[in-house]
């Protein structure tokens, strides 16, 4: 089945510490999305990517990197920088063109200990 | 600066009766709005997608109309179950030259009783 894969489902990171989230999907989609769910905040968008090596920051960029090397794929780097890394992770593609939907992946939940 | 609202923010009802989520958005040239399905800690299931030029798409129990002009969507599940127990997003997208943007709502969550 079509889909996407976010790994792992539970994270954990220890202050100062680089973690990196990943993202696969084997849609064929040429866009690929990180966003950020906390409660009573809703999702915002990290970076997003249209192509193969290229990519472009989203609403709340700062202390996050990313990379997409190969279509099917679009890791994000939760850096040291990011002063409040806790929160939901979603990872989500669509085709191009203007007729058609998104598809998310089941997230990772990251967490400071 | 397109903005989207779903109000209530909690709904709860019994067994069998239908349900009727409502979505507002500021900027009425979206290009399609899509209904997303959210349980505790998973990630979003699509449910419904509304092309720009669509007055409403239907899928089993479910019926999602789009009116542009008043910048709204409506959902409805007729006869809910408890299995529908679940957040309910509603998110436009506009389609621009740097990138789609998807614009969510702060959702509804919603509590079908036995």
Redesign the interface.
Known sequence: DGGIT?SPKYLFRKEGQNVTLSCEQNLNHD?M?WYRQDPGQ??R?IY?S?IVNDF?KGDIAEGYSVSREKKESFPLTVTSAQKNPTA?Y?C?S?PQG??????????T?LTVV | KQEVTQIPAALSVPEGENLVLNCSFTDSAI??L?W?RQDP??????LL?I??SQREQTSGRLNASLDKSSGRSTLYIAASQPGDSATY?C?V?K?KA???K?T????TRVLVKP
Do not use: E
């Open positions: 976010q866009a999305y809703g999702l968008l997003y249209q472009q939901f979603l989500a669509s203007s007729n058609y939907g998104y598809t998310f992946g089941s997230g939940r | 290009y399609n899509q997303f800690g998973k990630g979003l299931t699509s997608l092309q720009s997003l998110a997208i389609i740097a990138g789609n998807l969510f709502g702060g959702g």
